[in-house]
C-alpha cells in the first residue's frame, strides 16, 4: 500500500516556467487536497477535490490549476511560475469521517 | 472564518519532561479537531483526532480533549522522549466544506 505518492521531491523553475505536480492515492479516497506550506505560516490550502470531476478552491488559489479525472490522480499545475510559489507543496487525500494522510512533499524553488 | 491559534514555538524540554501544546479555535458549527506532527524532512502524520465535544484523543503518549466550553484542543504527553522532536499542528475540519485548516505549528525540542 503506496499511500499518497506525489513527484517529484524536488524542483527548481525559472520565472515564467510552467509545470504540474503530481499526486497520487492508491486508498480509494475521495478527498484530496494540495497545501502549500511556508515559514511561520503553517499549511495552506490551495484546491481541493471531494470526488473524482469535482474541484474547488482554497485558501490560496490564484497561479494554479487542478483536475481530477480519476479517483486516484489530483495533479497541481502552476501556470507561470513566480518567486512567490517558492514553498513545499503537500497532497493529502481521506476517506469520508477519517483524518487525511499526506504525502513526504515537493519542494519547489521558483529563481 | 474558521481559524486555529497555536502556542509559538520553539518549545524546549528536558528528556521526561511534561508537554503541553495550547491550541484555540473559531469555528461555526461542530468542526472535528485533530493534531499532526512533522518529522523532518517529512510529511504530516495524523498524531489523534476529535470529532466532538468532550472526546480524547490519544495515541503513542500524547492525549487532547475537544473543550468545547473553551475552544480548546490542547495537546499533552506526561514524559517527552528525544524522538518526540518535531513540529505539531493542530487542525480543524470544516463541517461545511470539510476543508482542513491549520494552525501555524509549534517545534518542539527535546534534549537529553
Known amino acids: 500500500n503506496a499511500g499518497v505518492t506525489q513527484t517529484p521531491k524536488f524542483q527548481v523553475l525559472k520565472t515564467g516556467q510552467s509545470m504540474t505536480l503530481q499526486c497520487a492515492q492508491d486508498?480509494?479516497?475521495?478527498?484530496m487536497s494540495w497545501y502549500r506550506q511556508d515559514p511561520g505560516m503553517g499549511l495552506r490550502l490551495i484546491h481541493y477535490?471531494?470526488?473524482?470531476?469535482?474541484?474547488d478552491q482554497g485558501e490560496v488559489p490564484n497561479g494554479y490549476n487542478v483536475s481530477r479525472s480519476t479517483t486516484e490522480d489530483f495533479p497541481l499545475r502552476l501556470l507561470s511560475a513566480a518567486p512567490s510559489q517558492t514553498s513545499v507543496y503537500f497532497c493529502?487525500?481521506?476517506?469520508?469521517?477519517?483524518?487525511?494522510?499526506f504525502g513526504s512533499g515537493t519542494r519547489l524553488t521558483v529563481v | 472564518g474558521d481559524s486555529v491559534t497555536q502556542m509559538e514555538g520553539p518549545v524546549t524540554l528536558s528528556e521526561e519532561a511534561f508537554l503541553t501544546i495550547n491550541c484555540t479555535y473559531t469555528?461555526?458549527?461542530?468542526?472535528?479537531l485533530f493534531w499532526y506532527v512533522q518529522y523532518p524532512g517529512e510529511g504530516l502524520q495524523l498524531l489523534l483526532k476529535?470529532?466532538?465535544?468532550?472526546d480524547k484523543g490519544s495515541n503513542k503518549g500524547f492525549e487532547a480533549t475537544y473543550r468545547k466550553e473553551t475552544t480548546s484542543f490542547h495537546l499533552e504527553k506526561g514524559s517527552v522522549q528525544v524522538s518526540d522532536s518535531a513540529v505539531y499542528f493542530c487542525?480543524?475540519?470544516?463541517?461545511?466544506?470539510?476543508?482542513?485548516?491549520f494552525g501555524t505549528g509549534t517545534r518542539l525540542q527535546v534534549f537529553p
Open positions: 493529502a487525500s481521506r476517506k469520508t469521517g477519517a483524518g487525511y494522510t
Open positions: 469555528a461555526t458549527g461542530y468542526p472535528s
Open positions: 486508498m480509494n479516497h475521495e478527498y
Open positions: 476529535a470529532t466532538k465535544a468532550d
Open positions: 477535490s471531494v470526488g473524482a470531476g469535482i474541484t
Open positions: 487542525a480543524l475540519s470544516d463541517q461545511g466544506t470539510d476543508k482542513l485548516i
